[in-house]
């Protein structure tokens, strides 16, 4: 049987033409030592990839694969094909027999090769397309988060920068309203403003009336006489700070006047950034709280809860002026404590007498004390005269003398600086700073009481109103820093979905399973500790 029995005309030529060009190739082709010699590809994990595959995307690596796969399957499906047009001759001993069933071999594997062409090409484009769609989710997901984090940082950088620069118009504006000039040099930067308390600045003011007269000019002998006036006078304006009326063993009110100034001047929301209260806050300020207190920046990390490098500086007044000074104190030896009886001196007086009371210990305050306070100061806001005359919890710790009288009015008036408004100050705001305990539970339960209006009965039912103002009484509570709030009001939902009224008590919140995961997780009523 010929070829031109079953190939037609015009294919036989081009068959020849391509088997002649092929020969010719391999008999031109160098042989032997001149053979150029050809390094096999490297294969494996020491297989260098190319600068076109290194700069390749991933899809369209999978592409690549996809194609060299199918063109595999194409160069089979191409050869099956002119194996079934094209008999193959095969001896048998010495006739020549040609197999006529060759032919019709390739031709019953074409129709299997290219189903399975279609199948492997359908999948593999099935995984392409899935990879491709789990790689936009990811791309899409990375954005979002991405895009999320620059603009929260974004609007901290904003809501910081417009801090500092409120705090300079209020501290320019208050010197203005009182004619007095800045005292100390002013620092400015980004995201912060503080006043420097160890740079005093010396103006030298023009006087008109002595320029124009030259009787008055003074002479260079007497510049120096000249700016130690011009400095006594500007430390004469800050003896208004220097009240030496003693609060606790190592802080006066002089000192806690200056610090809430500048506190109000460098965070007048009560949001009081890191590097500002590292400028202000002394560790001297609290070093009566133990022999070993933590510096500054650590001190600051212990009242933010929320790691945002924001506190309520209100608290930290509050916790200087009733939390810091311990109980009890080393007496020195042949030293004797003004604070105890007759008796108890002399019966101390022994070289085995332990540690004696220390008399700048405030105590408490308790539940009932807060009660107390909260009857006299009612729900409306009231005004100093109202606040001095109320029970105070701390004016039980002060014996009836001129020095304790005197260090009682110091306490009414270092915190009707920092918690009044416009004359007024809110009960609320007040009594619910006075709430945090060594027992985060016991703090939360006086906040509980606390939150309801005295007009309400003993029982104290908490609304959701009331809930949520009590988690959110911080100037720096987690919806007012944009972080993750626990205490949400979903989350407070749950709560009362569980209690199935409208108002619970205490009690029936540790009752649930929503509620107890709250409590046991919320430090906002925790006393912070000044000591390691």
């Known amino acids: 049987m010929d070829l031109a029995d079953i190939l037609p005309s015009d294919v036989i030529p081009q068959l020849k033409g391509g088997l002649a060009s092929e020969k010719e190739a391999e008999q031109a ?17 020491g297989a260098v990839p190319t600068a076109e595959e290194t700069e390749r995307p991933q899809e369209d690596m999978l592409i690549v694969v996809k194609a060299k796969a199918i063109g595999l399957m194409d160069t089979l499906i191409d050869k099956l094909t002119i194996l079934s047009l094209v008999p193959v001759k095969a001896k048998k001993g010495v006739v020549e027999v040609t197999r006529a069933e060759a032919g019709s071999a390739g031709a ?78 002013l620092l400015l930067d980004l995201e912060s403003f503080a006043v420097d308390e160890d740079t005093l600045l010396f103006p030298k003011k023009e006087d008109a009336t002595a320029a124009s007269s030259a009787a008055a000019t003074p002479t260079p002998d007497d510049d120096d006489a000249l700016d130690a006036k011009s400095a006594s006078s500007e430390e004469a304006i800050e003896d208004a700070y220097e009240d030496p009326t003693t609060l606790t063993s190592c802080l006066t009110l002089g000192r ?30 609290y070093v009566a709280a133990g022999e070993e207190v933590v510096d500054v920046p650590e001190l600051f990390d212990r009242f933010d809860d929320w790691n945002a490098g924001l506190i309520d500086w209100r608290l930290f007044v509050v916790h200087l002026l009733f939390w810091c000074e311990p109980y009890t104190v080393k007496r020195k030896e042949g030293e004797e404590d003004s604070a105890l009886s007759v008796s108890q001196i002399s019966s101390d007086s022994s070289p085995f007498a332990g540690p004696s009371r220390n008399k700048y210990y405030v105590d408490g305050p308790n539940l009932l004390r807060l009660l107390d306070l909260r009857g006299d100061l009612g729900d409306e806001p009231v005004d100093e005269d109202t606040f001095v005359n109320a029970d105070h919890f701390f004016g039980n710790s002060m014996e009836e003398d001129d020095e304790d009288d005197e260090r009682f009015r110091s306490y009414c008036s270092a915190l009707w600086e920092a918690f009044s408004v416009n004359d007024t100050l809110d009960p609320y705001s007040y009594i619910m700073f006075l709430c945090p305990d060594e027992q985060p539970l016991r703090g939360m339960q006086k906040a509980f009481l606390m939150v309801t209006p005295t007009s309400a009965d ?11 103002k009590i988690f959110h009484t911080y100037a720096t509570n987690p919806r007012s820093l944009g972080v993750w709030d626990p205490t949400s009001v979903s989350a407070q939902a749950e709560i009362f979905q569980a209690v199935g009224t409208n108002s619970f008590l205490f009690q029936d919140m540790c009752g649930t399973h929503a509620g107890r995961v709250i409590l046991n997780n919320s430090t906002c009523f925790q006393r912070k500790s000044f000591v390691k």
């Open 458 to 468: 003993d029982s104290c039912p908490i609304t959701q109103n009331l809930l949520d």
């Open 256 to 285: 806690l006047a200056t610090m809430i100034t500048l506190f109000k001047v460098c965070a007048p929301d009560y949001r009081l950034h890191k590097k500002d209260f590292i400028r202000i806050v002394k560790q001297a300020d």
């Open 108 to 185: 019953l594997a074409t129709p299997v090769v290219e189903g399975e062409k279609r199948a492997a090409e359908a999948r593999m484009q099935a995984i392409v397309d899935y990879f491709n769609g789990i790689a936009d989710n990811v791309i899409i997901a990375q954005t979002s988060l991405m895009h999320t984090r620059l603009m929260a940082s974004l609007q901290q950088h904003y809501l910081s920068q417009l801090a500092a620069v409120n705090a300079v118009i209020t501290y320019l504006r208050d010197r203005v309203e009182r004619e007095v000039p800045p005292t100390h040099r």
């Open 29 to 45: 082709a160098p042989t032997g030592k001149n053979a150029p010699k050809k390094a096999p590809p490297k294969k494996g994990k």
